[in-house]
């Protein structure tokens, strides 16, 4: 029986470690002849490829390995991650996470080349905008609104026919919000909805670039009107209970 050396179960991944290194042992350190009939052509690959160790096939370029795998006892994948994480504004106007999202999305394309690096400064735009609802007097509701845009967007809300922007001084009605990386999120809370919460609410944003908006309507339902319909069938439905001599008599 072979026991792999003690330093080699020390570590974050030993077990791993140890299988890894075993397998570069079996391969060995002569690469042979290159042949390029036996290489597979690499896919989706972001960060591009580059050559392997014996500068023969071609790989995905850029590779680290998967820790999450190897918490779990198995040999990680490689995994390829882009050496430059700062933004790119592409030429359509759209921001890439990095310049190897940027050359995925144009690689079939050629003599194409980018804004400039950073994000692409834009106008807002309302990616998901707040929802219509309905919901029973006494009742908590929330419209939520994110906007994208670079620099960033300021965001407010509006009751339709209302000059001041919300919350203003009402004590049930309360905003919420948190910057995105390049956009902003925000919440509207409404508590103990009451008739008078009934209406239009608009979600207003804006940066230097430009401005929007959009809308969502709130139906707020009398609980007592239906809690009244509640009891007044369980009476009807009682009395003709009684009248067929079901119910039990008093």
Same mark, same amino acid.
């Given at each position: 029986?072979?026991?792999?050396?003690?330093?080699?179960?020390?570590?974050?991944?030993?077990?791993?470690?140890?299988i890894l290194k075993m397998?570069?042992?079996?391969?060995?350190?002569?690469?042979?002849?290159?042949?390029?009939?036996?290489?597979? @052509?690499?896919?989706?690959?972001?960060?591009?490829?580059?050559?392997?160790?014996?500068?023969?096939?071609?790989?995905?370029?850029?590779?680290?390995?998967?820790?999450?795998?190897?918490?779990?006892?198995?040999?990680?994948?490689?995994?390829?991650?882009?050496? *430059?994480?700062?933004?790119?504004?592409?030429?359509?106007?759209? *921001?890439?996470?990095?310049?190897?999202?940027?050359?995925?999305?144009?690689?079939?394309?050629?003599?194409?080349?980018?804004?400039?690096?950073?994000?692409?400064?834009?106008?807002?735009?309302?990616? @998901?905008?707040?929802?219509?609802v309905q919901n029973f *007097?006494?009742?908590?509701?929330?419209?939520?609104?994110?906007?994208?845009?670079?620099?960033?967007?300021?965001?407010?809300?509006?009751?339709?026919?209302?000059?001041?922007?919300?919350?203003?001084?009402?004590?049930?009605?309360?905003?919420?919000?948190?910057?995105?990386?390049?956009?902003?999120?925000?919440?509207?809370?409404?508590?103990?909805?009451?008739?008078?919460?009934?209406?239009?609410?608009?979600?207003?944003?804006?940066?230097?670039?430009?401005?929007?908006?959009?809308?969502?309507?709130?139906?707020?339902?009398?609980?007592?009107?239906?809690?009244?319909?509640? @009891?007044?069938?369980?009476?009807?439905? *009682?009395?003709?209970?009684?009248?067929?001599?079901?119910?039990?008599?008093?």
């Open positions: 029986l072979f026991f792999p050396p003690l330093a080699l179960l020390q570590g974050p991944f030993p077990l791993v470690h140890y397998k570069l042992l079996k391969e060995g350190d002569s690469c042979g002849k290159c042949d390029l009939a036996l290489c597979s @052509v690499p896919k989706d690959c972001p960060a591009g490829t580059v050559l392997d160790r014996c500068g023969c096939c071609p790989e995905c370029g850029n590779c680290r390995l998967d820790a999450d795998e190897a918490r779990f006892g198995e040999v990680p994948e490689p995994q390829c991650v882009c050496k *430059t994480q700062e933004s790119i504004c592409g030429p359509e106007g759209k *921001t890439y996470e990095n310049i190897c999202q940027f050359n995925k999305a144009y690689a079939t394309k050629r003599n194409i080349s980018m804004k400039h690096k950073g994000p692409c400064e834009s106008a807002p735009i309302i990616s @998901v905008p707040p929802q219509d *007097t006494g009742n908590d509701v929330i419209f939520g609104c994110e906007v994208s845009a670079y620099p960033m967007p300021h965001l407010e809300w509006k009751k339709k026919g209302n000059k001041m922007f919300l919350p203003g001084d009402d004590a049930h009605i309360s905003a919420r919000g948190g910057p995105q990386k390049y956009g902003v999120t925000g919440w509207l809370q409404i508590q103990g909805l009451k008739k008078s919460d009934e209406g239009v609410y608009i979600c207003h944003t804006k940066n230097k670039y430009g401005a929007t908006y959009a809308s969502a309507r709130l139906k707020v339902i009398d609980g007592i009107f239906f809690y009244y319909l509640d @009891v007044k069938n369980i009476k009807k439905h *009682t009395s003709r209970l009684q009248r067929m001599g079901l119910s039990e008599s008093k």
